[in-house]
């Protein structure tokens, strides 16, 4: 080919190929590595396909780098992970793609702030995984994905994976990817799909880049499950995510100014300032975080710094400061920070409960129907043995027709199609049985829709079973006020729309004698509900084998009785969901499942049918909703 046409073709290639930045893809074709198996190939399509559909480009840019930290460094050839730092391309226009690169330091370099495309930067390796139309790839990609009928990522892309190497000439060279840099694909793509949403923004912009939205630091570890053809040693795979790249645990919630004397750090975060408890307090008495003792919260004291910690005085602030609260004191002021965020602002009733007695008495509801449980007047009365009402009006407390679900099916809502109804919030069901914003039916009704949006969104096995329309059996465990309410766990199975079938064994040891052994069936039977009495981990045995377990508002951390329930739970391999008021308490849940060897497959984040009515923690201000946060284990 003569010069001018080759220089010419060069050209051609750098503004039309498939790379974004980097011109023409490489030709490779995952089926000419040496020693890889069908299997992997359908496993790393599944994990692009997962990453693909959260779409991160929505959000993401080049300029915000990941981090991303695989097992340990001995799992790798050479003692080293080979690459460790993500971006995400194509947000702002050009071909969508994600980048690893070995160093942070390269992927800053290859980084135009100006533009989508990305710089060519001599001797820097590029694993990439470019998200192509089908009617654009190479005759060899495509003979494979039709062959092999692997899976569609979204209007017809699927991905190439290739290596690229811009040269000191300015040419670009490509190679296969190795079986290790495969693993490495598969293990990060997995960890980001389920990982960047939680992504917080920030208030402020990053100067200069008005298209790109800032982040707040952020650092989770989630365990991958390899699949049978990919793992060596382990079935699951630790990766921690982390923005920006190089952020720590200790990074991430230690001060920044480093003070020079003790005194001076008492004084930053104490300062005895007696500074009140927030008008968000609940009424009357709570507990100090240092000594538990009860104080008035008029008479409390909390950090002045992150204002969640209450104190009955400045002298246990200071304690609490020496030995715990220091390292942990930024953490609080974040999960504060995210207040207005974990608000469900679509209701126009009162979402917050200084006082249940008070709220529930402002609603009309006080000492009525299953509203009995809200609050601590029938205290006395054990668990699941409260007189209920056959009619749908009394046991929502009389509420008014229209403002609480009837045990009916749903309506041919706009056109619906037949079959199990999946939502994706509180809206969606509220436009699904057309009740006004100002019925407060979601604050009892989290606890069965927590379980439905676990079964139908969360745990892809249970979905598959009930889309089949086979049942599903589920162990929920340490029940209390929901033995009063099977009557709310009855709209499942409307929900179902006649897919599938849920079978709920609730075991615990506040199930009354009067009830365990026995079975309540919904109307139309799709929704079973059972009672045993005894501790998980003593009667496990003798239940039907579970397709997954639940506890919902569990507190992990603060009964012994759970650590042989979570060793019950860690035999039984199989999916495991729990919930809790605080995203603190989530989080010391988490660290009690890990403890136990189980694996966090599903990050502590927001439930979306958590109760929209904020309640009070005894020694906290943080935000406390039932059922406010959800994690996973083998999922």
């Not at 893809?25 to 000419?32: E, N, P």
């Not at 569990?554 to 329930?565: P, V």
């Amino acid at each position: 080919m003569d010069l001018h046409l080759k220089n010419l073709f060069g050209r051609f290639q750098d503004q039309f190929g498939s790379g974004p930045g980097l011109g023409p893809g490489s030709g490779v074709c995952l089926m000419k590595l040496e020693g890889i198996s069908p299997n992997i190939i359908h496993s790393i399509f599944r994990a692009s396909a997962s990453l693909f559909r959260s779409e991160p480009w929505k959000r993401l840019r080049p300029g915000h780098l990941f981090g991303v930290r695989v097992g340990k460094d001995s799992d790798w050839s050479g003692k080293r992970q080979p690459f460790h730092c993500v971006q995400f391309i194509g947000g702002d226009g050009g071909d969508i793609a994600i980048y690893i690169y070995r160093s942070m330091s390269y992927a800053l370099k290859m980084t135009d702030d100006d533009s989508w495309e990305m710089d060519r930067v001599p001797n820097v390796e590029v694993l990439r995984v470019t998200y192509e139309l089908e009617s654009l790839m190479l005759p060899c990609n495509k003979r494979m994905v039709k062959s092999m009928c692997l899976e569609v990522s979204g209007n017809d892309r699927f991905p190439v994976i290739d290596v690229a190497r811009c040269m000191t000439s300015g040419e670009l060279q490509f190679r296969n990817p190795t079986l290790e840099e495969l693993r490495l694909v598969f293990a990060v793509m997995k960890a980001l799909s389920l990982v960047h949403p939680l992504l917080l923004q920030e208030e402020k912009q990053v100067k200069g880049l008005p298209r790109m939205m800032k982040f707040s630091p952020f650092i989770e570890t989630v365990d991958v499950q390899w699949p049978p053809e990919m793992f060596k040693g382990h079935d699951f795979v630790a990766v921690t995510v982390s923005h920006p790249p190089g952020q720590s645990y200790e990074q991430k919630w230690n001060k920044t100014a480093v003070m020079t004397r003790e005194d001076d750090e008492l004084e930053l975060v104490s300062g005895m300032t007696n500074l009140r408890v927030s008008q968000g307090a609940e009424a009357g008495l709570r507990k100090c975080t240092m000594c538990d003792k009860s104080v008035h919260r008029d008479e409390s004291v909390c950090c002045s710094h992150c204002r969640a910690t209450i104190y009955c005085g400045s002298e246990c602030e200071k304690r609490h400061w020496r030995e715990m609260h220091r390292s942990v004191c930024n953490l609080y002021e974040a999960m504060m920070s995210r207040e207005e965020e974990l608000k469900i602002k679509i209701f126009t009733f009162s979402c917050y409960a200084e006082n249940p007695c008070e709220w529930l008495e402002s609603l009309g509801i006080h000492k009525k129907g299953m509203w009995r449980r809200q609050c601590r007047c029938y205290s006395q009365s054990p668990f699941g043995l409260l007189h209920g009402s056959s009619s749908d009006a009394e046991s929502w407390g009389g509420l008014q027709d229209g403002d609480y679900p009837q045990d009916l099916p749903v309506q041919n809502v706009n056109g619906r199609s037949p079959g199990m109804i999946l939502m994706s919030s509180w809206s969606d069901y509220y436009d699904v049985r057309c009740l006004p914003p100002s019925s407060p039916v979601s604050d009892i009704l989290s606890y069965p829709f927590t379980l439905y949006h676990i079964l139908t969104t969360l745990s892809t096995h249970s979905k598959n079973l009930l889309l089949k329309g086979k049942e599903v059996t589920v162990n929920y465990l340490g029940p209390e006020r929901e033995l009063d309410w099977v009557k709310a766990f009855a709209e499942i199975s409307h929900l179902l729309n006649g897919t599938g079938a849920v079978q709920i064994i609730m075991i615990g040891p506040e199930v009354p004698f009067d009830l365990s052994g026995t079975t309540s069936a919904t109307n139309n039977s799709r929704v079973k509900v059972s009672f045993v009495k005894g501790l998980y981990q003593d009667e496990v045995t003798y239940l039907t084998s579970p397709d997954i377990v639940v506890a919902l508002n569990c507190d992990l951390d603060r009964y012994s009785s759970w650590s042989g329930a979570v060793e019950a739970v860690k035999n039984l391999h199989i999916p495991g969901f729990f919930t809790d008021k605080t995203e603190d308490a989530c989080g010391n849940a988490k660290a009690v499942l890990r403890n136990a060897g189980l694996n966090i497959t599903h990050p502590v984040a927001p439930n979306p049918f958590r109760s929209p009515v904020r309640t009070c923690a005894e020694s906290s201000n943080l935000p406390c909703y039932s059922n406010g946060f959800i994690l996973g284990v083998n999922t």
